[in-house]
């Protein structure tokens, strides 16, 4: 990760050692990455990294309830990739099988990334859409999105859905005004 050459240039010269002995340790690297992300929440015209995946990594590992590892760079990535498109919700035609309709059939985990990112992000939207053109209702969406990742063999991700929706969600609801 990026961020981990930039902590150099957030503590002083001196201090640059004691920085990478910490960084070494897995546990202090976990807590400094989670300080960062508390003070990006609460500074939003700080930046730290070089990259916005950087920061939102640092920001989605302040989540408060236990998940692995490498679940905050997968949810990271999943928000990066889906904010440089146009068609990100997810439509019930995404879930028919491929021999029913060869022109539209997504890749399980793109399809859970899709569930993912519509419930965490436009999940209004998702919800008009059942109210006014009979959509299936948004937890239709959530149930796939779990049966997606848990195919794909991405269990941590599936165990921990709802949780990382919610919190992106309340995190980043500004992105939804």
Same mark, same amino acid.
């Not at 209702?137 to 149930?143: D, G, I, L, Q, S």
């Not at 995190?171 to 005004?177: G, I, K, L, S, V």
């Given at each position: 990760m990026e961020i981990e050459n930039e902590l150099g240039n957030i503590f002083p010269e001196k201090n640059a050692e004691t920085v990478r002995s910490l960084m070494a340790d897995e546990g202090s690297k976990r807590l400094m990455i989670r300080?960062?992300?508390?003070?990006?929440?609460?500074?939003?015209?700080? %930046?730290?990294?070089?990259?916005?995946?950087?920061?939102?990594?640092c920001i989605l590992s302040t989540a408060k309830f236990d998940y692995g590892d490498d679940e905050p760079v997968m949810v990271g990535r999943m928000i990066v990739d889906y904010s440089r498109r146009r068609d990100v919700l997810p439509y019930v035609i995404d879930h028919i099988p491929k021999s029913e309709n060869k022109e539209r059939v997504v890749r399980r985990q793109e399809l859970g990334e899709r569930c993912f990112i519509g419930l965490s992000l436009f999940y209004d939207k998702l919800q008009r859409r059942y109210e006014r053109q009979s959509a299936?209702?948004?937890?239709?969406?959530?149930?796939?999105?779990?049966s997606a990742f848990r195919r794909e063999g991405l269990p941590e991700i599936a165990d921990n859905f709802k949780n990382w929706e %919610?919190?992106?969600r309340e %995190?980043?609801?500004?992105?939804?005004?």
């Open positions: 300080e960062i992300g508390r003070r990006l929440l609460d500074s939003p015209s700080i %930046t730290y990294g070089q990259s916005n995946f950087d920061q939102m990594i299936p209702h948004p937890e239709f969406y959530r149930e796939v999105g779990i %919610t919190f992106v %995190t980043f609801a500004w992105m939804n005004e």
